[in-house]
C-alpha cells in the first residue's frame, strides 16, 4: 500500500510518516502543492493524505487535481481550519475522509484503514468482531466459522454496524448507507432489519440506543 | 420628532388652518363692511323713493294727516325699514306700524344708530327735498347682522371646512413623498446581521443619496473590518493547531515505541498526551467561542433538524459513553429550528460533553427534543453531581468552573463550554435555564427556541 503524503510541516510529515510506516506502508513525502501533482500524474499512489493549507497552491486545486488524474487514489485531507463550510467543500470536492488537526496516531491509523478496506486490500477484505467475520470481498458473514444466510440489505446493514464497532450508527445514517438516494424508505425498515439480524445473533449483539440508533460493541 | 410624516402633516395642518381662519375671519370682517355700506346704500335708495313720492302726495294733499294707513310693506323685505315723515316742528306726518308716535331721532342729517322698542337701529335722518319735512329710516342691527351673516358665511364655511379635508390629503402626499425613506428603513430592517451588501443606489430621491452613500461606505468598512476578523480567527486557528498537532503525533509515536519503556517513562508520556489533549479542547473552545459571539457573528441561519444534528452528535461520542458505561437515551419529537449549524452543534456538543463528563460511571442521561407551540425544547437531563442552586448564576462566566480546577468528579475542562452555549442561546434569541433534575439528582440545562421571535440574533451578552 503506498501512500503520497502532501504536508508542509516537517514536524506533522515526519510524526505522520513514522506513524504510517511503523503499520508497514510505503510513505512518500512532499512539501508542496506542485510537487503532490507532479507525484500523482506520474505514479499514482494507493492514498493520498493531503494537507489543504498548503503554502504553493490551493488545497482544494489539489484535491480536484487529484480526482481528475487520479481517480482510483484514495484521498483523506487533514486540516488545521474547523469550520463546517471547508469540510462540506471538502466532501464535495471528491475528498474520502477528513481528520482536523491536532488529532490522535490512533485516529490517523484508522481512517487509513478504512482507506485501505476500500481499496479492496486482501489484507484487510475481513473483519472480525467477536465471533462474527465478515468477508467484504464474498460478501459473507460466519458466525464462529458458521454461514450466516442474510439477506442483501441484512448483510450491508450488519456490515455498516461492524465496521464501525463501538460507534454508534444513528438511524440516519443507517438509512442512508442502506438505501440510495429518493428510494423510497418505510419508516420502521431498520427497526425491522436489526429485528431479523438479532435473530441470528448471539443475545446483545446489536445493542439499541433509544431514540438515537444502534451500536455493535467492541469486543 | 417620533415621525417626520406626522410631524410635517400637523405642523402643515396647523399653519394652514390657522391661515385659513385668519383669512375666513378677514373675509367675514371685510364682508361686513362691505354689507354695511350696501345697507346704508339700500336705505339711502329707499329714502331717495320716498323723497321723491311723498312731499307731492303731501301738496295734493292725498294724506290724511297722522298718516297711519301709509302702507309700509313697500319698504320691508326681509328685514323690516321702518320711517318716520315729520314734520320740522317734530309733528309726524306719517309712519310705519311699529314706529312710535313720537320722533325717534333728532332732526339731523346723516347716519346715526338710535335704540328704541328694545333694539339697537341704524337709523338714517334726511330732509326732504323741499325742505319742508324730515325722514327717519331705520333698520335693526340684530336684523341687519343676521342677512349679512347668511350671505358672507356660507363662503366662509368652505374654508374652514377644507382643513380636514387638506389634512387628509396632506397625510397621502407626505405618504407617498417619503416613501423612498420607508423602502430605505425596511431595506435595512429587513437585512440580516450578516448582510453587509451595499443599498441600491439607483433611482433614489437627491434628499437621500447623501443618506443612502454614507450608509454604504460604513458597511464597506464594516465588511472589510470582519473580514480582517474572519481572516485573523482562521490563521489563528490553522497556527495555533499545526504546532498542537505535531506534537500531538510525535507524542504519539514516542508512547508507541517506547511501550516496552519504564512505567515512569510510560506515566509520562501519557501526562504529556493528557496536556496536549486538553490544550487542544481549550483552543478548540476559544475559537468556537470566539466565533459565536453575536456581535462577531457572520453567518447565516437556515433550518436545522435539531433532533437528528443532536443524534449524530450523541453517535460522536460512543467512545466517552461506552468507557463510562453511561446509559443515554433521545426522547420526544423530531424538532426544528432556526439557527446556525456550526454554533448550534457546538452548543450540543458542549451540553452532551457536561452530562457526560459530570455523570458518574454508569449513570444516565436523558436528552428531550419537545416542540410545543411556545418553541422548541432541548432538555439536557443527567443523574450526575449537579450544580448547586446559588452557584447556577455563575457558571455561564468565563474560565469559571465549579469548586475550582478539579471538582469531586474529577472531570477536568477549560471552564468555557457554557460561556459558548449561553453565546449560541444568545446568538439565536433562545433562553436557557439549569433547573433540577428528574433522576433526582444532577442537572437539567433547558434550551428554549420561541417560536419566529428574534430572529435575527442580536442577542446581548
Known amino acids: ?185 418505510a419508516s420502521n425498515s431498520i427497526e425491522v432489519h436489526i429485528h431479523h439480524l438479532r435473530k441470528k445473533l448471539p443475545n446483545g449483539f446489536i445493542k439499541t440506543l433509544r431514540g438515537i440508533g444502534y451500536m455493535v460493541p467492541r469486543q | 420628532m417620533k415621525s417626520i410624516r406626522v410631524f410635517l402633516t400637523l405642523t402643515l395642518l396647523s399653519v394652514t388652518a390657522l391661515l385659513n381662519f385668519a383669512a375666513a375671519l378677514r373675509g367675514y370682517q371685510q364682508g361686513m363692511v362691505e354689507a354695511e355700506v350696501l345697507f346704508n346704500q339700500r336705505m339711502q335708495q329707499h329714502l331717495d323713493l320716498l323723497n321723491f313720492s311723498l312731499p307731492s302726495q303731501l301738496k295734493t294733499q292725498e294724506l290724511p294727516t297722522g298718516g297711519e294707513s301709509i302702507p309700509t310693506r313697500v ?54 327735498q ?43 402626499l407626505l405618504g407617498v413623498g ?62 495555533l493547531r499545526t504546532p498542537l498537532a505535531a506534537l500531538r503525533i510525535q507524542c504519539d509515536n514516542l508512547a508507541f515505541n517506547e ?42 441561519f437556515e433550518p436545522i433538524a435539531l433532533t437528528a444534528a443532536v443524534r449524530q452528535l450523541i453517535a460522536e461520542q460512543s467512545d466517552a459513553l461506552e468507557s463510562r458505561e453511561l446509559d443515554i437515551e433521545l426522547v420526544g419529537d423530531e424538532a426544528h429550528v432556526q439557527g446556525d449549524t456550526f454554533a448550534i452543534e457546538s452548543m450540543v456538543r458542549n451540553l452532551l460533553g457536561n452530562a457526560i463528563k459530570y455523570t458518574p460511571e454508569g449513570g444516565s442521561i436523558r436528552i428531550r427534543t419537545t416542540d410545543t407551540p411556545q418553541g422548541v425544547v432541548l432538555d439536557v437531563i443527567d443523574n450526575g453531581v449537579g450544580i448547586a442552586q446559588e452557584l447556577r448564576d455563575r457558571v455561564f462566566d468565563r474560565f469559571y468552573r465549579v469548586d475550582g480546577d478539579r471538582n469531586d468528579t474529577g472531570a477536568s475542562g477549560c471552564g468555557l463550554g457554557l460561556s459558548i452555549v449561553k453565546q449560541v442561546v444568545d446568538l439565536h434569541g433562545a433562553h436557557i435555564e439549569l433547573r433540577d433534575s428528574e433522576f433526582g439528582t444532577g442537572l437539567c440545562v433547558r434550551v428554549v427556541f420561541a417560536t419566529s421571535e428574534s430572529k435575527g440574533g442580536h442577542g446581548n451578552e
Open chain 2, 178 to 239: 417619503l416613501k423612498p425613506v420607508a423602502k430605505l428603513a425596511a431595506d435595512l430592517e429587513q437585512r440580516e446581521a450578516s448582510d453587509l451588501r451595499p443599498l441600491v443606489a439607483d433611482n433614489i430621491p437627491s434628499e437621500l443619496r447623501q443618506l443612502t452613500a454614507s450608509a454604504n461606505a460604513l458597511l464597506r468598512r464594516l465588511e472589510a473590518s470582519f473580514a480582517r476578523e474572519r481572516r485573523f480567527s482562521a490563521d489563528a486557528a490553522h497556527e
Open chain 1, 1 to 185: 500500500m503506498r501512500i503520497l503524503l502532501a504536508e508542509d510541516d516537517p514536524l506533522i510529515a515526519d510524526g505522520v510518516a513514522e506513524a504510517l510506516r511503523q503499520s508497514g506502508l510505503v510513505v512518500n513525502h512532499v512539501a508542496g502543492g506542485r510537487a503532490a501533482c507532479a507525484s500523482l500524474l506520474a505514479d499514482p499512489p494507493d492514498i493520498l493524505i493531503l494537507d489543504l493549507g498548503l503554502p504553493d497552491m490551493d488545497g482544494f486545486e489539489v484535491l480536484k487535481y487529484s480526482k481528475a488524474h487520479a481517480p482510483a487514489t484514495q484521498v483523506l485531507v487533514l486540516t488545521a481550519r474547523d469550520s463546517t463550510e471547508s469540510k462540506v467543500r471538502g466532501l464535495d470536492a471528491g475528498a474520502d475522509d477528513y481528520l482536523t488537526k491536532p488529532f490522535a496516531r490512533a485516529e490517523l491509523l484508522a481512517r487509513v484503514r478504512v482507506l485501505e478496506r476500500r481499496l479492496g486490500n486482501a489484507a484487510s477484505a475481513t473483519i472480525d468482531v467477536g465471533p462474527l467475520r465478515i468477508d467484504t470481498r464474498n460478501q459473507e458473514a460466519s458466525l464462529s466459522g458458521e454461514p450466516l444466510t442474510l439477506a442483501r440489505r441484512e448483510y450491508m446493514l450488519l456490515k455498516a454496524l461492524v465496521e464501525s464497532a463501538g460507534t454508534i450508527q444513528t438511524r440516519e445514517s443507517l438509512e442512508t448507507r442502506l438505501y440510495g438516494w429518493g428510494e423510497e424508505v
Open chain 2, 75 to 128: 319698504l320691508a323685505s326681509g328685514n323690516q325699514l321702518e320711517f318716520q315723515w315729520i314734520r320740522p316742528n317734530g309733528e309726524l306726518i306719517a309712519r310705519s306700524e311699529r314706529m312710535p308716535a313720537s320722533p325717534v331721532a333728532p332732526l339731523e342729517s346723516g347716519y346715526r344708530f338710535i335704540n328704541f322698542a328694545g333694539y339697537r337701529w341704524h337709523a338714517l335722518v334726511e330732509r326732504s
Open chain 2, 130 to 172: 323741499d325742505g319742508q319735512s324730515w325722514y327717519v329710516l331705520a333698520e335693526r342691527d340684530d336684523q341687519r347682522w343676521r342677512m349679512a351673516e347668511s350671505i358672507i358665511l356660507p363662503a366662509v364655511y368652505p374654508m374652514l371646512l377644507a382643513v380636514p379635508v387638506l389634512g387628509a390629503i396632506m397625510w397621502w
Open chain 2, 259 to 300: 511501550s516496552k519503556a519504564s512505567s515512569q517513562v510510560q506515566g509520562g508520556i501519557a501526562k504529556l498526551q493528557d496536556g496536549l489533549e486538553r490544550l487542544g479542547h481549550l483552543v478548540d473552545q476559544i475559537l468556537i467561542l470566539n466565533r459565536v459571539a453575536p456581535d462577531q457573528y457572520m453567518g447565516r
